[in-house]
């Protein structure tokens, strides 16, 4: 069956290391999306991309990066992680841009 | 400005019918999505509505009138698995990007 998967699903790091969180989707979705959800906020977007090579910044996208050179993973990189930065990732793709969204199981991320 | 309000708790008995809001301001809109999500697990995709009216799927039902900004998710023969938070979202049809609500926690007693 075709699934997304993020990796690790717990990450604990210091302030100002570089962070990589791993999304890989089987679903051959062009679409794929970085989100954080915090408590009392809805999801905010970080990142998408509409295809391979393509990336766009959202909402929130200072301190993220992504790059995209293949069609099942998009990996969210922290440059200097920040304890503001302490969150919960999810990571989703789409079929049509426009669909329904699937998520994978999510990131615990701790800046301490 | 864009802007997407829900309750933040809602609290309904085991078999019984539970409403839950979702009225939004967004500068443009191209349907409304909701969807489920159990504590500490991912949110699932259960609605879509892009034209005014009620759409049914099984126990649950969505609403939407685009004229007064408001939607509602209807879950009936409520089931202890339904307790979790349900999250609104509509799409930009500037960019087509999801934006959300923060979400309402649904608490099913027995």
């Known amino acids: 069956d075709a699934e997304i998967t993020q990796s690790p699903r717990h990450k604990i790091t210091e302030t100002g290391r570089q962070v990589t969180l791993a999304c890989h989707q089987t679903w051959n979705h062009n679409n794929m999306f970085w989100y954080r959800q915090d408590l009392g906020h809805g999801l905010r977007l970080i990142h998408y991309s509409y295809g391979v090579q393509d990336t766009n910044k959202g909402e929130v996208s200072d301190g993220y990066s992504v790059s995209r050179s293949n069609t099942e993973d998009l990996p969210l990189t922290l440059e200097s992680a920040a304890s503001s930065q302490t969150s919960v990732y999810f990571c989703?793709?789409?079929?049509?841009?426009?669909?329904?969204?699937?998520f994978g199981p999510g990131t615990r991320l701790t800046v301490t | 400005g864009q802007n997407i309000d829900q309750p933040t708790e809602m609290t309904a008995t085991e078999g019984a019918i539970v409403q839950i809001n979702c009225t939004y301001q967004?500068?443009?809109?191209?349907?409304l999505f909701w969807y489920q999500q159990h504590a500490g697990e991912a949110p699932t995709f259960l609605s879509y509505?892009?034209l005014d009216g009620l759409e049914e799927k099984g126990r649950f039902s969505s609403f939407l009138s685009r004229s007064k900004g408001y939607s509602y998710l209807l879950l009936k023969e409520l089931q202890m698995k339904d307790s979790a938070s349900y999250l609104c979202a509509v799409r930009d049809p500037s960019n087509y990007q999801l934006i959300w609500g923060a979400g309402t926690k649904l608490i099913i007693k027995p």
């Open positions: 989703a793709s789409s079929g049509e841009t426009g669909d329904e969204q699937y």
């Open positions: 509505n892009v």
């Open positions: 967004t500068s443009g809109f191209n349907g």
